[in-house]
């Protein structure tokens, strides 16, 4: 496999990041909903705002996966971030998702001077809770019926990680 490059999203990668998320995995282990629009990701790509973050991960320049970090706008929160992978389906297994969390974790401590990062992932999502814990987050607790997924409510577990 050719190297992983971890570069800012532009408006030129909408079309792959639209795909990647066309993807039942992607939009199974997401909030996203199916059949996701180019207007959709054209909008939160040209938002510009100054709390998102958004890489790539490319593949001989072909998007691969989606790095999103959101900081809230809450002066109290401002040591916090979130933030939300996806891995196109026929790249997942292959270390994307951890060259992306590294980024994260990098991009957090180092230069957004960020405190605690938390997230929320489905229960049942056991890949993404193993690399997440494998960054050094802990569960802190379970949302029940949190989401609505495949025609049935789906529980999330709350991870964060804070940085001493």
């Not at 282990?29 to 973050?53: F, I």
């Not at 196109?88 to 992306?100: C, D, P, V």
């Amino acid at each position: 496999m050719s190297d992983v490059i971890i570069r800012r999203a532009t408006m030129a990668d909408i079309p792959a990041i639209t795909q990647i998320h066309a993807d039942y995995s992607a939009y199974a282990n997401t909030l996203q909903l199916p059949y996701p629009t180019e207007k959709t990701w054209e909008a939160r790509l040209g938002a510009n705002d100054p709390l998102v973050t958004q890489f790539v991960a490319t593949i001989d320049n072909i998007v691969v996966g989606l790095l999103v970090i959101s900081q809230p706008s809450q002066v109290r929160r401002r040591h916090v971030a979130t933030f939300g992978i996806t891995v196109s389906e026929a790249h997942q297994g292959k270390g994307i998702g951890s060259k992306l969390m590294q980024v994260m974790v990098d991009y957090c401590d180092n230069w957004l001077n960020v405190r605690r990062i938390e997230l929320e992932v489905f229960a049942a999502n056991g890949s993404g809770v193993g690399l997440y814990e494998k960054f050094g987050f802990v569960q802190e607790g379970r949302m029940r019926d949190y989401a609505f997924r495949d025609g049935q409510y789906v529980d999330a577990v709350m991870m964060s990680r804070i940085k001493n």
